[in-house]
């Protein structure tokens, strides 16, 4: 490309020394093992017209790394030299967009200096190939020899005959690049404007007008077609056609989409098109560039009216491969070497990676992401839309434009291969193709109901095909009504989803500047009742996507559309909108997952034929310019040096730059002079609006300009702010959505979203310590399997944790390790405790290890955050990870964020945070498991037994089943079982078979603890177990409460989540049963207010919304809950408790009121009974008779336990107290001033206990087992 031989000689030089002279050896690395021929060296801009453009400025160093990506490559008349076409995208800070379309060709090298250095050059390889043959028989040979015949290659005469340049016998070529830059991506124009230009230089016949005067005339005289408008202007021999949509359409696309989806498939394309939509890191890999941007603009032009925020490259040139260990979102492309495959492919983090192998036809995806809504629906769709075109859903690698003939064998095994959707290289009829495939011959049925017959899908093609007719315009056609069908469906999707958004966004501030200083504290969006509002299938996406990115600045576009102008998208979107509202007039269909098709497809595809088919505007034909006499001299096959003061400026009238940069002027003066009403400076203003827009962003786009050192650490320095922002922000949703008030002040906390927004903030916690441990790390560290090339679905942090592991476990064999021991130590009055449970991550890590459901290390890593989290642990753990700076040394490169000190402190600051709120994020997902439990029984010693000599036994329940009744050891009070796990325990029945001398047993409290999670429940009991003695009762049910350490109880003082209530206390218990003889009775003040408290707090319970319930079973049978609260009333007044040395219980009061009734119905005394009262006597009698023969040993205040409870449950204790209050033995076990024989104060228990009819009481099962009512 240079004149010069300069180049060649710097190349000469690094190559004598081994080393590269003046690039990053990340271009020069693969180099120097390669022929010189197959090299690559750098390459420069040789010139560009105009000079610079105001609003545009010319970025001379990326637009030369992305016109040459891999640089400057010479050939020779033995190698393909067919020219090239790729387009590539500039993104700016800002966001902003140019668009670059390059032909690349070869020129014939004339300079001799430049010939004869690459002749020196492989003169000097051959002879270092010969030297390293000999030296060793499996020597690494340059590829093309190896891969011709590497067994037989050591002769030098085999090696010279592939690998030779001769300066007498072969002409040397050199690539060469013509590229146009536009502010749209006019992709088809800008194609066919360079391949005219191309045949110019290269036809025998000299072109009508020197080139100067069609690059004068494309730069200055063919004006922007206004939207919705179609434009014809001339190149070298033909004119050329470009259109665009109206104000009213989707916006510019002019990459065919009917190429992407021969390229990767439908199926795969939707999950593709997921993973972006879900802001994961997207890595597309080809070895055409083209098909690297072609993918990536397709996919992203489908997610109108959202636009990727993230970094955007999708063609990452080889000096910047450094930016794969970006820990933030992307969408980059890379590009494959000839015949290497993914396993060669060295990759930082692979946790969160969607890999796409364009040319294989293949994706890896990342592990657990959710489907898009009404997936096969949705697919079924766009497979009418393709095969109307002719095109198989499954995809064709074979029939795309830019496909490349692949040269190695094994990839075009691959290809053939039908897997992963890949269909045979030969062409196929569709005919056939239906006829054979199961897929496509579901969607000809499919398309045949409606109404698309087999006969419009092939017949049209085959003639057309055969007529040989379908001329390029026609193709042309095809490809652009195809596009927009395509997006018409993918749009109406959203359209579709989100039709509802604008009622749940939530305008809060009164001006921009306030919306903008605030931005970072404010809710823009309800999520939580947007997200109650949806239909349940759609939910797992919709609580990801409306975390993402895309969606908050959507969002905000939103709320500053009341100040400013509507963003272009938004504008488009919110009337698609309103249409669907004028036909729907207020759908109930919106809120269903009712499947509606696209009804736009026609017109849409009719706007855009009308405009081709008329053409609206015809630019200025090329003329001849004012040049100097013999420049512009034509010489063929050589691109002419042009006449540079001829294409510098043009006609002052009609300069389409200027006229673009005056409305930009005017867009700016309206802007200053709105900031200034608003009273905010402009500067300032932008500075917001920046840090407003990039909220959440890490990282604008890589500047591929200026690739200096300092400016890579700068870069890399801005990953770790935003990291450690994107955790402060986490940490902080995370606690405010767990704790209640706060969270509803804020507009979060509504309706039955169970626990799904709390799965999702953890799951994007997972995924943000997945990108910190992938951020710097070592890709190959020598000598270390786990830390080579990893396999799919590595996690960076599991990896971190295992290298830890075999340190630590080496270091166990030696000395026993130090571990740190939580605040766990249980101790009761008798002395008799849990034993302690050991604080490990290395325990916890085998915990996870030792699951066999979980099967990949993304998975493990996922378990063990969460069982870290639980258990408060998480922040500790990291920490101790990290103490060992030797092991995090050899993983992570000097700039990683876990090698930067205070960031690092500030992180796990913020995860320490974390630990004010319970999770039950380890429990509540992994409910299948098997989980080891320790329960130790603790006896009150002063009054009783340690030990009974009867068969004692214990049943534990939990929210998520119960371990059935298992056999205590004799003599033992501790036991260890193991059961699936349970979920949060609720209760434990415990009881004996009350056989031996010491068959009574006073039990003050049952502990147990899950051993995987730590945490320890208690179940208060303070009672006999023992026939004759407190109310004869062999087994009890005991309510359990969380007990919380000491760590806990502290930071709980901080938080204001209010403390759990307790089940039912020693004393409470035994003042009930007179056992302890103190007299502290609560007056009938006391006994009213606790009513009212306990029916409030079952009243409170179902007004919270589900996720911020508790235990419905503590409200009713704990401290202070309705059984206790009732037994407080019966006990008013109740004449003394012992008759004859005998305890008398409410029980027996119950079973004379039931003796009473039933005769008393039989008499038919109660002639003015009314009908209700009839049947009220006789389920409360049914009820009774019921929990007296059920087979179980429960005592009497365990039987008016269960009464209260199935009559709450039912709705009917409002109706049985009247019936007790009014039967005769009540004056007979009553005293006069008994709360009970009051008739005022039980006519407002009645209406008190009245509210609670309207809610679904559901009791667990333990409390009511074995009474059938």
Known sequence: ???????????????????????????????????????????????????????????????????????????????????????FIITREDGSRTYGFVLTFYEEVTSKQICTAMQTLYQMHNAEQYSSVCASSSCSMDSLASSIDEGDATSLAKLQRYNSYDISRDTLYVSKCICLITPLPFMQACKKFLIQLYKAVTSQQPPPLPLESYIHNILYEVPLPPPGRSLKFYGVYEPIICQRPGP????????????????????NLVQVFTCVLLEMQILLYSQDYQRLMTVAEGITTLLFPFQWQHVYVPILPASLLHFLDAPVPYLMGLQSKEGTDRSKLELPQEANLCFVDIDNHFIELPEEFPQFPNKLEFIQEISEVLLQFGIPPEGNLHCSDS??????????????????????????????????????????????????????????????????????????????????????????????????????VIQAAPDMESWLTNREQMQNFDKASFLSDQPEPYLPFLSHFIETQMFATFIDNKIISQWEEKDPFLRVFDSRIEKIKLYNVRAPALRTSNYQKCSTLKEAAQSIEQRLMKIDHTAIHPHLLD???GQGKY??????????????????????????????????DRLRQHSEHIGLDNDLREKYMQEARSLGKNLRQPKLSDLSPAVIAQTNWKFVEGLLKECRMKTKRMLVEKMGHEAVELGHGEANITGLEENTLIASLCDLLERIWSHGLQVKQKGNPEGGQRNKGKSALWSHLLQYQEREEKQEHSAESP????????KSDT?????????????????????????????????????????????????????????????????????????REQFLYHLLSLNAVDYFCFTSVFTTIMIPYRSVIIPIKKLSNAITTSNPWICVSGELGDTGVMQIPKNHLEMTFECQNLGKLTTVQIGHDNSGLLAKWLVDCVM???????????????RWLGKGVDDGSLERILIGELVSSTSDEELGKQCRTPPQQKSPTVTRRLSITSLTGRNTKPNAGQIQEGIGEAVNNIVKHFHKPEKERGSLTILLCGENGLVAALEQVFHHGFKSARIFHKNVFIWDFIEKAVAYLETSDQIGDNEEALLLQRSSCKTFCHYVNAINTAPRNIGKDGKFQILVCLGTRDHLLSQWIPLLAECPPITRMYEENALLRDRMTVNSLIRVLQTLQDFNIILEGSLIKGVDV
């Open 1008 to 1022: 147990v603890r899950n051993e995987i999670t730590g945490h320890t429940y208690k179940f208060p009991c303070g």
């Open 248 to 267: 009213n359409e989707l916006p510019l696309s002019d990459y065919p989409l009917r190429e992407v989806f021969e390229l990767l498939g439908l199926e």
């Open 819 to 826: 571990v740190a021991v939580g605040t766990e130590r249980r």
């Open 1 to 87: 490309m240079p004149p010069s031989s300069a180049v060649l000689y710097k190349w000469l030089q690094a190559d004598l020394h081994g080393k590269s002279s003046d690039t990053a050896d990340k271009t020069s690395g693969e180099n120097f093992d390669q022929s010189p021929l197959r090299r690559t060296f750098k390459s420069k801009v040789l010139a560009h017209y105009p000079q610079n453009i105001e609003w545009n400025p010319f970025d001379q160093d990326a637009v030369n790394m992305l016109c040459m990506p891999k640089g400057l490559s010479f050939r020779t008349q033995a190698d393909n030299r067919d020219p090239q076409l790729h387009s």
């Open 831 to 903: 002395g008799i405790t849990l034993p302690t449970l050991r604080v490990s991550l290395i325990q916890d890590m085998r915990h996870v290890q030792n699951m066999s459901e979980i099967k990949t290390d993304v998975g493990r890593a996922r378990a063990w955050i969460r069982l870290s989290l639980e258990k408060k642990l998480l922040s500790q753990h990291l920490k101790q990870l990290l103490s060992n700076q030797a092991l995090a040394k050899k993983l992570y490169k000097r700039y990683a964020f876990l090698r930067c000190e205070e960031e």
């Open 403 to 504: 496909a490349t003939k692949l040269k190695n064998l094994v990839l075009s095994d691959l290809v053939n291969d039908k897997k992963n959707g890949n269909i045979p290289s030969n062409a196929l009829n569709m005919y056939e193709l239906l006829k054979g495939n199961e897929t496509i011959a579901r969607l000809q049925a499919l398309a045949k109901r409606t109404g698309v017959t087999m006969e419009k899908i092939t017949t049209p093609l085959t003639e057309k095909e055969k007529d040989g007719k379908l001329s390029c315009e026609e193709l042309e056609l095809r490809d652009y009504k195809l596009n927009v069908q395509l997006r018409e469906v993918f749009a109406n999707r959203f359209t579709q989803m989100f039709a509802d958004y604008e009622a749940f």
């Open 627 to 629: 040049m100097k006499i």
């Open 635 to 668: 010489e063929q096959g050589f691109f002419p040096k042009l006449q540079s003061d001829v294409l510098a400026t043009g006609p002052t009238n009609n300069n389409r730059w200027a006229s673009r940069s005056t409305t930009t002027q005017r867009r700016k």
